[in-house]
Protein backbone atom coordinates (compact mmCIF):
# COMPACT_ATOMS: atom_id res chain seq x y z
CA UNK A 1 0.00 0.00 0.00
CA UNK A 2 1.08 3.16 -0.72
CA UNK A 3 -0.07 7.13 0.51
CA UNK A 4 0.52 10.38 -0.27
CA UNK A 5 1.58 12.63 2.63
CA UNK A 6 -1.55 14.65 1.77
CA UNK A 7 -3.56 11.78 1.87
CA UNK A 8 -2.27 10.47 5.19
CA UNK A 9 -2.87 14.40 7.07
CA UNK A 10 -5.92 14.73 5.49
CA UNK A 11 -7.52 10.82 5.98
CA UNK A 12 -5.72 9.55 8.86
CA UNK A 13 -8.35 7.93 10.75
CA UNK A 14 -9.23 5.86 6.83
CA UNK A 15 -5.66 5.31 6.29
CA UNK A 16 -5.38 3.18 9.89
CA UNK A 17 -7.86 1.43 9.01
CA UNK A 18 -6.69 0.14 5.95
CA UNK A 19 -3.28 -0.30 7.49
CA UNK A 20 -5.14 -2.69 10.03
CA UNK A 21 -6.97 -4.18 7.42
CA UNK A 22 -4.17 -5.30 5.77
CA UNK A 23 -1.84 -6.95 8.10
CA UNK A 24 -5.38 -8.62 9.47
CA UNK A 25 -5.32 -10.30 5.74
CA UNK A 26 -1.87 -11.11 5.81
CA UNK A 27 -2.54 -12.87 8.87
CA UNK A 28 -4.89 -15.40 8.17
CA UNK A 29 -3.68 -15.53 4.67
CA UNK A 30 -3.31 -19.54 4.50
CA UNK A 31 -0.45 -20.96 3.54
CA UNK A 32 0.28 -22.54 0.08
CA UNK A 33 -1.90 -25.01 -1.02
CA UNK A 34 -0.12 -28.47 0.04
CA UNK A 35 3.13 -27.09 -1.13
CA UNK A 36 3.23 -28.25 -4.45
CA UNK A 37 6.33 -27.53 -6.03
CA UNK A 38 8.04 -27.06 -2.87
CA UNK A 39 10.54 -29.73 -1.14
CA UNK A 40 9.21 -32.25 0.55
CA UNK A 41 9.58 -32.48 4.48
CA UNK A 42 11.21 -35.61 6.52
CA UNK A 43 9.71 -35.33 10.28
CA UNK A 44 10.81 -37.44 12.85
CA UNK A 45 8.46 -37.64 16.10
CA UNK A 46 9.39 -37.41 19.53
CA UNK A 47 6.25 -39.20 21.48
CA UNK A 48 7.63 -38.35 25.15
CA UNK A 49 6.61 -40.34 28.19
CA UNK A 50 8.10 -39.19 31.36
CA UNK A 51 11.31 -37.47 30.42
CA UNK A 52 11.76 -40.52 28.01
CA UNK A 53 10.97 -40.87 23.99
CA UNK A 54 8.99 -43.70 23.48
CA UNK A 55 7.57 -45.58 20.39
CA UNK A 56 4.56 -48.34 20.93
CA UNK A 57 2.36 -50.36 18.22
CA UNK A 58 -1.13 -48.79 18.00
CA UNK A 59 -1.04 -46.45 20.82
CA UNK A 60 -0.21 -48.91 22.92
CA UNK A 61 2.92 -51.31 24.77
CA UNK A 62 5.20 -48.52 25.14
CA UNK A 63 9.00 -48.84 24.66
CA UNK A 64 11.89 -46.87 25.44
CA UNK A 65 13.59 -44.72 22.53
CA UNK A 66 16.07 -43.24 24.03
CA UNK A 67 16.67 -39.33 25.42
CA UNK A 68 14.89 -37.25 23.54
CA UNK A 69 17.41 -34.20 23.82
CA UNK A 70 20.02 -36.40 22.06
CA UNK A 71 17.81 -37.56 19.71
CA UNK A 72 16.88 -33.80 18.24
CA UNK A 73 20.71 -32.97 17.94
CA UNK A 74 21.23 -36.42 16.20
CA UNK A 75 18.20 -35.56 13.84
CA UNK A 76 18.76 -32.26 13.40
CA UNK A 77 21.97 -33.17 12.20
CA UNK A 78 21.65 -36.17 10.09
CA UNK A 79 18.91 -33.67 8.03
CA UNK A 80 15.70 -33.95 9.24
CA UNK A 81 13.50 -31.36 7.85
CA UNK A 82 11.62 -30.51 10.82
CA UNK A 83 10.88 -32.00 14.33
CA UNK A 84 7.43 -32.95 15.95
CA UNK A 85 7.73 -33.47 19.92
CA UNK A 86 4.40 -34.83 21.77
CA UNK A 87 4.24 -35.40 25.28
CA UNK A 88 1.82 -38.05 25.01
CA UNK A 89 0.95 -38.02 28.64
CA UNK A 90 -0.09 -34.78 29.08
CA UNK A 91 -3.56 -34.65 28.28
CA UNK A 92 -4.42 -37.95 29.41
CA UNK A 93 -2.86 -37.11 33.10
CA UNK A 94 -4.02 -33.02 32.77
CA UNK A 95 -0.71 -31.91 33.30
CA UNK A 96 1.00 -29.14 30.79
CA UNK A 97 4.16 -29.77 29.14
CA UNK A 98 7.50 -29.56 30.80
CA UNK A 99 8.94 -26.36 29.68
CA UNK A 100 12.63 -27.42 30.84
CA UNK A 101 12.62 -29.87 28.41
CA UNK A 102 11.28 -27.86 25.45
CA UNK A 103 14.00 -25.53 26.36
CA UNK A 104 16.77 -28.32 26.22
CA UNK A 105 15.41 -29.85 22.74
CA UNK A 106 15.10 -26.03 21.16
CA UNK A 107 18.66 -25.38 21.97
CA UNK A 108 19.65 -28.41 20.21
CA UNK A 109 18.37 -27.54 17.39
CA UNK A 110 18.48 -25.14 14.20
CA UNK A 111 15.06 -26.66 12.38
CA UNK A 112 11.68 -25.79 12.61
CA UNK A 113 10.15 -27.64 15.86
CA UNK A 114 7.04 -28.14 16.97
CA UNK A 115 5.45 -29.12 20.54
CA UNK A 116 2.44 -30.83 21.55
CA UNK A 117 0.97 -31.55 24.57
CA UNK A 118 -1.82 -30.46 26.87
CA UNK A 119 -2.22 -27.22 25.04
CA UNK A 120 -5.36 -25.71 26.46
CA UNK A 121 -5.62 -22.09 26.31
CA UNK A 122 -3.58 -19.24 24.56
CA UNK A 123 -1.02 -18.88 27.78
CA UNK A 124 0.32 -22.96 27.46
CA UNK A 125 1.04 -21.94 23.55
CA UNK A 126 2.27 -18.29 24.16
CA UNK A 127 4.70 -20.41 26.91
CA UNK A 128 5.70 -23.05 24.71
CA UNK A 129 6.48 -20.49 21.84
CA UNK A 130 8.53 -18.80 24.35
CA UNK A 131 10.45 -21.80 25.21
CA UNK A 132 11.58 -21.84 21.65
CA UNK A 133 9.22 -23.80 19.94
CA UNK A 134 8.65 -22.74 16.47
CA UNK A 135 4.98 -24.27 16.10
CA UNK A 136 2.54 -25.44 18.35
CA UNK A 137 0.30 -28.96 17.93
CA UNK A 138 -3.24 -29.40 19.06
CA UNK A 139 -5.56 -32.49 19.46
CA UNK A 140 -8.16 -32.98 22.42
CA UNK A 141 -8.56 -29.35 23.25
CA UNK A 142 -9.82 -28.22 19.85
CA UNK A 143 -12.37 -30.94 19.86
CA UNK A 144 -13.43 -30.13 23.20
CA UNK A 145 -13.35 -26.19 22.42
CA UNK A 146 -13.30 -25.92 18.42
CA UNK A 147 -12.75 -22.12 19.11
CA UNK A 148 -9.59 -22.61 20.65
CA UNK A 149 -7.99 -23.01 16.71
CA UNK A 150 -9.74 -19.68 16.21
CA UNK A 151 -8.01 -18.10 19.14
CA UNK A 152 -4.90 -19.34 18.47
CA UNK A 153 -4.68 -18.40 14.79
CA UNK A 154 -5.37 -14.74 15.94
CA UNK A 155 -3.12 -14.42 18.34
CA UNK A 156 -0.20 -16.04 16.77
CA UNK A 157 -1.11 -16.65 13.20
CA UNK A 158 -1.96 -19.47 11.12
CA UNK A 159 1.41 -20.67 10.12
CA UNK A 160 2.09 -21.64 14.23
CA UNK A 161 -1.22 -23.68 14.53
CA UNK A 162 -0.90 -27.23 13.46
CA UNK A 163 -4.30 -29.76 14.18
CA UNK A 164 -3.06 -32.85 15.19
CA UNK A 165 -6.14 -35.83 14.35
CA UNK A 166 -5.80 -39.38 15.46
CA UNK A 167 -8.29 -41.23 13.17
CA UNK A 168 -9.31 -45.28 13.20
CA UNK A 169 -11.74 -46.65 10.46
CA UNK A 170 -15.08 -47.50 12.70
CA UNK A 171 -17.62 -49.65 11.02
CA UNK A 172 -16.67 -48.05 7.46
CA UNK A 173 -15.79 -44.56 8.68
CA UNK A 174 -13.13 -42.71 9.57
CA UNK A 175 -13.41 -41.23 13.16
CA UNK A 176 -11.23 -38.82 15.20
CA UNK A 177 -10.31 -40.09 18.72
CA UNK A 178 -8.93 -38.24 21.44
CA UNK A 179 -6.32 -39.01 24.17
CA UNK A 180 -3.69 -40.54 22.72
CA UNK A 181 -6.62 -42.82 21.15
CA UNK A 182 -8.34 -43.53 24.05
CA UNK A 183 -11.73 -42.23 23.59
CA UNK A 184 -13.36 -42.26 20.32
CA UNK A 185 -15.73 -39.22 19.33
CA UNK A 186 -18.53 -38.58 17.39
CA UNK A 187 -16.61 -36.60 14.70
CA UNK A 188 -15.55 -38.38 11.53
CA UNK A 189 -12.34 -37.15 10.35
CA UNK A 190 -12.72 -35.55 6.82
CA UNK A 191 -15.64 -33.15 8.48
CA UNK A 192 -13.36 -32.21 11.28
CA UNK A 193 -10.09 -31.15 9.30
CA UNK A 194 -12.65 -29.40 7.19
CA UNK A 195 -13.90 -27.43 10.15
CA UNK A 196 -10.71 -27.04 11.68
CA UNK A 197 -9.10 -25.77 8.20
CA UNK A 198 -12.50 -23.07 8.47
CA UNK A 199 -11.42 -21.92 11.80
CA UNK A 200 -7.53 -21.32 11.02
CA UNK A 201 -5.80 -24.44 11.60
CA UNK A 202 -2.78 -23.60 9.19
CA UNK A 203 -1.50 -27.14 8.82
CA UNK A 204 -2.64 -30.83 9.71
CA UNK A 205 -0.67 -34.35 11.06
CA UNK A 206 -2.69 -36.95 10.58
CA UNK A 207 -1.94 -40.09 12.11
CA UNK A 208 -3.83 -43.02 11.20
CA UNK A 209 -4.26 -44.87 14.52
CA UNK A 210 -4.65 -48.28 12.16
CA UNK A 211 -1.53 -48.08 10.42
CA UNK A 212 0.52 -46.69 13.41
CA UNK A 213 3.76 -48.64 14.23
CA UNK A 214 2.25 -51.50 11.94
CA UNK A 215 5.41 -50.26 9.54
CA UNK A 216 3.20 -51.93 6.86
CA UNK A 217 3.09 -48.09 4.98
CA UNK A 218 0.99 -45.19 5.12
CA UNK A 219 -3.10 -45.05 5.18
CA UNK A 220 -2.36 -43.16 1.21
CA UNK A 221 -6.10 -43.34 0.29
CA UNK A 222 -7.31 -41.65 3.49
CA UNK A 223 -4.62 -39.29 2.78
CA UNK A 224 -5.05 -38.41 -0.57
CA UNK A 225 -8.63 -37.88 0.11
CA UNK A 226 -8.27 -35.45 2.91
CA UNK A 227 -5.47 -33.67 1.04
CA UNK A 228 -7.72 -33.11 -1.41
CA UNK A 229 -10.65 -31.62 0.32
CA UNK A 230 -8.37 -28.68 1.99
CA UNK A 231 -5.79 -25.86 0.84
CA UNK A 232 -3.11 -26.33 3.90
CA UNK A 233 -0.21 -28.44 3.94
CA UNK A 234 -0.95 -32.40 5.47
CA UNK A 235 1.76 -34.10 6.79
CA UNK A 236 1.72 -38.09 7.05
CA UNK A 237 1.76 -40.25 9.93
CA UNK A 238 1.54 -43.79 10.64
CA UNK A 239 2.84 -46.69 8.92
CA UNK A 240 6.11 -45.99 8.04
CA UNK A 241 8.20 -49.02 7.85
CA UNK A 242 10.93 -48.98 4.97
CA UNK A 243 11.53 -46.06 2.39
CA UNK A 244 9.21 -47.60 -0.39
CA UNK A 245 6.52 -46.41 1.94
CA UNK A 246 8.04 -42.36 2.10
CA UNK A 247 7.86 -42.68 -1.58
CA UNK A 248 4.37 -44.08 -1.98
CA UNK A 249 3.31 -41.82 0.24
CA UNK A 250 4.80 -38.76 -1.65
CA UNK A 251 3.59 -39.90 -5.15
CA UNK A 252 0.18 -41.30 -4.69
CA UNK A 253 -1.20 -38.86 -1.76
CA UNK A 254 1.20 -36.10 -2.74
CA UNK A 255 1.18 -34.75 1.00
CA UNK A 256 3.57 -31.94 2.31
CA UNK A 257 5.32 -33.95 4.38
CA UNK A 258 5.74 -37.85 5.77
CA UNK A 259 6.33 -38.17 9.66
CA UNK A 260 8.14 -41.69 11.28
CA UNK A 261 8.80 -42.22 14.92
CA UNK A 262 10.51 -45.82 15.25
CA UNK A 263 12.17 -46.30 12.02
CA UNK A 264 14.72 -43.15 12.64
CA UNK A 265 14.81 -44.04 16.48
CA UNK A 266 15.92 -47.26 16.05
CA UNK A 267 18.48 -46.53 13.11
CA UNK A 268 16.41 -48.70 10.65
CA UNK A 269 16.30 -45.69 7.85
CA UNK A 270 18.97 -43.38 8.21
CA UNK A 271 17.51 -39.45 6.82
CA UNK A 272 20.57 -38.67 4.79
CA UNK A 273 19.52 -42.45 2.31
CA UNK A 274 15.76 -41.70 3.11
CA UNK A 275 16.44 -38.40 0.81
CA UNK A 276 18.60 -39.67 -1.95
CA UNK A 277 15.96 -42.35 -2.55
CA UNK A 278 13.43 -39.91 -2.16
CA UNK A 279 16.02 -37.84 -4.74
CA UNK A 280 16.08 -40.62 -7.30
CA UNK A 281 12.17 -41.05 -7.47
CA UNK A 282 11.91 -37.81 -8.46
CA UNK A 283 10.57 -36.44 -5.45
CA UNK A 284 12.11 -33.15 -4.51
CA UNK A 285 13.58 -32.86 -1.04
CA UNK A 286 16.49 -30.67 0.62
CA UNK A 287 19.72 -32.61 0.67
Known amino acids: MRFKNTELYNNLDSVLEKIKEAIQAKQFASPPLGGRGLSKRIIPCLDVKDGRTVKGVNFVDLRDAGDPVELAA ?24 MIVMVKSVARQ ?41 EE ?18 VDGKNMVHLNGG ?17 LGAGEILLTSMDHDGTKAGFDCRLLEKVNQMINIPIIASGGAGNMDHFTEVFHKANVDAALAASVFHYGEILIPDLKQELKRNNIPVRI
Do not use: M
Open 152 to 169: LAKAFGVQFVVLAVDTKN
Open 74 to 97: QYAQQGADELVFLDITATHERRKT
Open 182 to 198: RLITELETENWIKQAED
Open 109 to 149: LNIPFTIGGGITEIADAEALLNAGADKISINSAAVRNPKLI
